[in-house]
């Protein structure tokens, strides 16, 4: 009788292919609460007979009304998930070695970095 040599195992995927996976579920993640905290934020505010929304500066969330804070996180959770999808594929291009693309990416967050600083929030 033969030793049977299949391998039933499955191989560990690539880990350019994890990190693709992860940065996927980063962006589902960013969309579905900056959705949930607009969505409470408006609730909040319509249910405080509020039926405008404030406008809120980037440094002035803290000091805002609850539904125009929570709003204006959604936003910001918003704005950020893209930002956090270039850091993920920024340490990927980085553990694979791709030098060229992980400058792109360093020099994207680079120029969203001066321009928050620059545009006061």
């Known amino acids: 009788m033969a030793a049977d040599t299949r391998h039933d195992a499955v ?18 993640s960013g969309l579905a609460i900056a959705c949930v905290l607009m969505a409470v934020g408006l609730v909040v505010e319509v249910a405080g ?16 009304d609850l ?10 959770a918003l704005a950020a998930t ?10 990927m291009w980085s553990l694979e070695g791709d030098r060229r693309h992980a400058a792109v990416a360093a ?10 600083l620059v545009g006061h929030g």
């Open 11 to 28: 191989e560990p995927a690539p880990a350019g292919a994890q990190v693709r996976a992860i940065v996927q579920i980063l962006l589902r």
């Open 49 to 64: 007979g509020h039926h405008s929304a404030a406008t809120v500066r980037l440094f002035d969330i803290g000091s805002a």
């Open 67 to 76: 539904g125009d804070r929570l709003m204006a996180l959604g936003m910001l």
């Open 82 to 91: 893209p930002a956090v999808r270039v850091v993920a594929l920024l340490v």
């Open 107 to 116: 020099v994207v967050l680079l120029v969203l970095g001066v321009a928050i």
